[in-house]
């Protein structure tokens, strides 16, 4: 009885290792149906498709410029002394980043509204750099972008440029030199 028990078991065994090595196989070769870009995952290629694909890649630029107006935006606002809150109403304060700086809690570790690499509540302007060379890049070659006209080429060229220099004026106003 024991012997027929043992067999029925390494019989068994066999099946699994048997279905393992295939379960195994199918999912090595099934890789290649996986991967698929999804519809919604934007590329370059896609950006610069069109005069209208590659004008909201121009505004994707903009995206990074400060908004001194709004009290979120500029540091100086809560950064400085001229606005203080009593302490209960410090959860009103949307900008808590600035909001430490002016309690003195700013440090050179991890610092409060950094510029330089977008962390914490700062826009980045490297993002934003990065941004308008790859517009320059693709927006200067006129076979990727084959039905705009010469005139708004020039001019979205212009803008980038601009961009470019006002966010390397914003990186020199903040820190000094800075690699080009």
């Known amino acids: ?5 043992s067999s029925h078991i390494g019989k068994f065994l066999d099946i699994m290792k048997v279905s393992s090595v295939c379960i195994w196989t199918l999912i090595a ?3 290649d149906f996986l991967d698929v870009v999804p519809d919604n995952v934007q590329t370059i290629e896609h950006a610069f498709s069109n005069s209208t694909e590659a004008e909201k ?13 709004s009290e979120n935006g500029n540091v100086g606002f809560w950064g400085a002394d001229e606005a203080w809150l009593p302490e209960d109403l410090d959860e009103r304060v949307v900008n808590k980043d600035a909001w430490s700086i002016a309690k003195g809690y700013q440090n050179i570790n991890r610092p409060y509204h950094s510029a330089w690499n977008s962390d914490r509540s700062a826009n980045g ?6 941004l308008c060379n790859t517009f320059l890049e693709n927006i200067q070659n006129e076979s990727i972008v084959r039905d705009l006209e010469l005139d708004r080429r020039s001019r979205w060229i212009g803008e980038a440029l601009f961009l470019k220099a006002y966010y390397h004026y914003l990186l ?9």
């Open 29 to 31: 070769f099934s890789c």
């Open 172 to 180: 020199l106003r903040m820190y000094g030199l800075s690699p080009l």
């Open 125 to 130: 302007y490297f993002i934003g750099l990065r």
């Open 1 to 5: 009885m024991k012997i027929i028990y």
């Open 57 to 69: 890649y121009l505004f994707s630029c903009y995206s990074k410029l400060p908004s001194n107006a």
